[in-house]
């Protein structure tokens, strides 16, 4: 069966952008999982598993940073794959997909609970780029009577720092937007950095739009707190096995227009959209279980994904033994 177009296009909706930012993108991709569950018109199990993988694959390979995709997605089809029947296995894609949908606006609205208790009265905090993590934790913070001013970061080259801008002003925060190459000239002004997360790595190290890295360094020098709103689904359970978290690189007509591009033949562009800040500069990282230090990190994948892990370990220790052995053996 053909994909439904409307999952198609969601896909295409988080490749190009217009749905963006590592929970909204984890959110969009089991709705789409849900739309496709339901609109399934065979009559086969096994059909039907293939057909939601063919699903999983699509919105997998939308964007290759933020770690809730997959996360989001292997959440759906864990339940999806252990169903008996057809109409479990649809049943079980639509209600994981609501529960995914639930827990993961919880969370947010608990980081932003959690982490308002580390802001104070009077802060001057600088966020980057567009977190709803980061900005739960501000405008929680707000609510609660503390007076606050917050730095936005532009976020060249897609200016998602004008997105936080609204929202924090709407929310009525006095807000002044800057340019990331200004974060050093401000940051003796800073209290508080509260940057979100596309991944968090077993080893605590976190990545997240491109610039959170010198901002950390920055705040890092200034002596100012650098903190992280991350949801536990945004820890990458791959990253334990020793695997990196892969650094999407977009389009250059980002960076540079297509005139300016056709007109200089010899322009090399790089656009990162992501880098990693090592745990050494990360004071504390907010979640929805609780404030850990970035090194705690592995801990929160070890109760997250436990028997997820285990699993793999043992399919590894399998292969190994497979592929290794028998060739040393008489
Ligand atoms: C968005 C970005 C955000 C994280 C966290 O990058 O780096 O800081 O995704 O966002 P992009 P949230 O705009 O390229 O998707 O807290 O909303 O999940």
Redesign the pocket.
């Known amino acids: 069966m053909e994909l439904p177009a409307e999952v198609i296009r969601i896909a295409e909706y988080i490749r190009d952008?217009r749905i963006?930012?590592?929970?909204?993108i984890a959110r969009a991709a089991v709705h789409a999982m849900k739309l496709a569950a339901a609109a399934y018109e065979g009559h086969d199990r096994r059909d039907f598993l293939e057909y939601m993988e063919r699903v999983a694959q699509l919105l997998k390979s939308t964007r290759p940073t933020?770690v809730s995709l997959p996360n989001a997605v292997n959440y759906v089809m864990v339940r999806v794959r252990s169903a008996k029947t057809l109409k479990d296995a649809i049943a079980a894609a639509v209600r994981a997909a609501d529960e995914f949908t639930s827990l993961s606006l919880r969370a947010v609205e608990t980081i932003g609970r959690i982490g308002a208790g580390l802001l104070e009265d009077g802060d001057v905090v600088l966020t980057h780029?567009?977190?709803?993590?980061?900005l739960s934790v501000i405008k929680m913070a707000f609510r609660e009577g503390k007076r606050l001013k917050v730095y936005a970061t532009e976020t060249r080259p897609?200016f998602?720092g004008l997105i936080s801008y609204r929202e924090l002003t709407r929310a009525g925060i006095p807000t002044t937007l800057i340019p990331d190459s200004a974060v050093r000239f401000f940051m003796k002004e800073v209290d508080k950095v509260v940057?979100?997360?596309?991944a968090v790595a077993a080893n605590g190290a976190v990545v997240?739009?491109v610039g959170t890295s010198m901002i950390a360094l920055a705040a890092h020098e200034a002596r100012v707190r650098f903190y992280v709103?991350a949801e536990t689904y945004k820890f990458s359970p791959a990253t334990v096995l020793g695997e990196l978290v892969t650094i999407e690189e977009r389009d250059p007509r980002e960076v540079v227009s297509s005139d300016i591009l056709a007109s200089s033949p010899h322009l090399r562009v790089r656009n990162p959209?992501?880098d990693v800040t090592p745990p050494e500069y990360i004071d504390a990282i907010i979640t929805e279980r609780g404030v850990i230090p970035p090194k705690a990190a592995i801990l929160v994948l070890k109760e997250e994904y436990g028997r997820m892990l285990e699993e793999e370990l043992t399919r590894i220790t399998l292969d190994i033994e497979d592929s290794a052995y028998p060739a040393q053996l008489p």
Not at 20 to 24: D, L, N, Q, T, V
Request: hydrophobic share 40%.
């Open positions: 952008m963006r930012g590592a929970g909204r933020a780029c567009n977190s709803s993590a980061a897609r998602q940057v979100g997360a596309d997240n739009k709103a959209a992501f």
